[in-house]
């Protein structure tokens, strides 16, 4: 399956012979592909490359996504003697994908490169939509740049090698999808008991790859519609940020779900949500990730957090809010005390 995209591909499934045809046509002068240690064991070897290339490898987690680790990426580059005829593989999770194309992007002014997701959570955000960047002080995505790859191949049956709390990770993106803007994907979603109900991930990633790029076909970078695409982003990435470590911590799909919940009630108490689009959210969500508590973080810490996200102006907090299942509206003015109270009554 192929999805057109802005002046890329994003294909779905296709057999490796195509990815091999593609690169060959290209005539790079050097390949190099970027993994961490858990591709590296599970996703590699599928991958059969024809021709000759070179791997870095770089440890696994959010807590590598910062611009010490590109440092050391450029400089294993330079090493293989890249130029700028050069190809970088982004082989991995969100963190391959963002840092290596933000590094590909920067080194001598930009090479190409292609993003192979091999998680639910890269597969059908990451990887869409040319955001690129690492994380400053604690705080996410706060480097980088908007660039596409070349292309964006996609692989179904990676998703085989994931740990059940990591594809439960990549689940809320796709119910997130569901919620801004497929009633009727949402209404196929809140029928499942568990992720263990799907038995076809092909159509699922499928049909959210194809709403994100219908969002970033019109929005490329992020000047209007395509700010519905955080929704529970900002919540759910202060909550991230404070449980990055520790025994309460919580994964990226996690916090957002919580974060989709908590704005969801912000939403309500705005009197834009209805309560019952409110209760069918909250039991969907409570069902797959258990309920939030609160009293795991820090409140003033959080709103610490959620004042620097990019998406505020003006020492404004603006969000993205459902005001009902199927739509979103973007930028919308939150107060730290409607934060606050959703927690509380949370």
């Not at 930009?110 to 604690?138: C, E, H, R």
């Not at 695409?229 to 991230?240: A, C, P, R, T, V």
């Amino acid at each position: 399956m192929i999805l057109p995209s802005d002046n890329y591909e994003v294909i779905v499934d296709s057999p490796w012979s195509h990815f091999n045809d593609f690169i060959e046509a290209k005539n790079y002068s050097k390949i190099v592909v970027l993994v961490d240690e858990n591709t590296k064991k599970y996703c590699y070897e599928a991958m059969p490359l024809d021709k000759l290339h070179s791997l870095i490898e770089i440890p696994s987690g959010e807590q590598q996504k910062q611009i010490q680790s590109c440092s050391s990426i450029w400089e294993q580059l330079l090493a293989h003697k890249c130029d700028r005829n050069s190809l970088l593989i982004n082989l991995g999770g969100g963190v391959i994908g963002d840092m290596g194309g933000f590094c590909a992007s920067t080194f001598m002014r930009g090479i190409d490169f292609i993003q192979v997701p091999t998680t639910l959570l890269s597969q059908i955000d990451a990887s869409v939509g040319g955001k690129l960047g690492v994380d400053l002080n604690g705080v996410k995505n706060m480097v980088g740049l908007f660039n596409n790859p070349r292309m964006v191949w996609v692989q179904t049956s990676f998703l085989s090698t994931l740990p059940k709390r990591e594809l439960r990770s990549g689940f809320a993106e796709l119910v997130k999808h569901a919620l801004i803007l497929d009633q009727e994907l949402w209404s196929e979603l809140k029928k499942l008991e568990s992720l263990d109900d799907i038995d076809n991930w092909q159509d699922l990633v499928f049909r959210s790859i194809e709403i994100k790029n219908k969002v970033v076909l019109q929005d490329p970078k992020e000047g209007g519609l395509r700010k519905i695409l955080n929704f529970g982003h900002s919540i759910g990435h202060g909550i991230e940020t404070l449980l990055l470590d520790g025994p309460n911590h919580l994964v990226h799909g996690e916090a957002v779900a919580h974060g989709m919940l908590i704005e969801s009630k912000i939403s309500v108490n705005k009197g834009q949500l209805s309560v019952e689009d409110y209760n069918s959210i909250k039991e969907f969500i409570q069902k797959i990730y258990g309920i939030f508590d609160s009293s795991q973080i820090n409140i003033q810490e959080l709103l610490q957090v959620i004042g620097k996200d990019k998406k505020n102006k003006g020492g404004v907090i603006l969000m993205a809010l459902i005001d009902q299942i199927g739509h979103c509206q973007q930028a919308v003015e939150v107060s730290p005390a409607e934060i606050v109270s959703a927690l509380q009554e949370l």
